[in-house]
């Protein structure tokens, strides 16, 4: 009787362990997304950046080759 409490027991230790590793596992691929999202978030971010940088520096040009055009008139 006490040989087959102790099986149970051994049982439920170890599906209990086996239950807190599968959640810890678990946490840590939605800590490992989380980052990945993130840094996806940060590279758009940079890139409309950019994106807008060259938009000024274009319009830039253009206003400087108007002046340019009208000094010649």
Do not use: A, G, L, N
């Not at 890139?47 to 002046?67: A, K, P, Q, S, V």
Request: charged content about 100%; glycine content about 0%; cysteine-free.
């Amino acid at each position: 009787m006490k040989e087959e409490e102790e099986e149970e027991e051994k049982k439920k230790k170890k599906k209990k362990r086996r239950r807190r590793e599968e959640e810890e596992e678990e946490e840590e691929e939605e800590e490992e997304e989380e980052e990945e999202e993130e840094e996806e978030e940060e590279e758009e971010e940079e890139e409309e950046e950019e994106e807008e940088e060259e938009e000024e520096e274009e319009e830039e040009e253009e206003e400087e080759e108007e002046e340019e055009e009208k000094k010649k008139d």
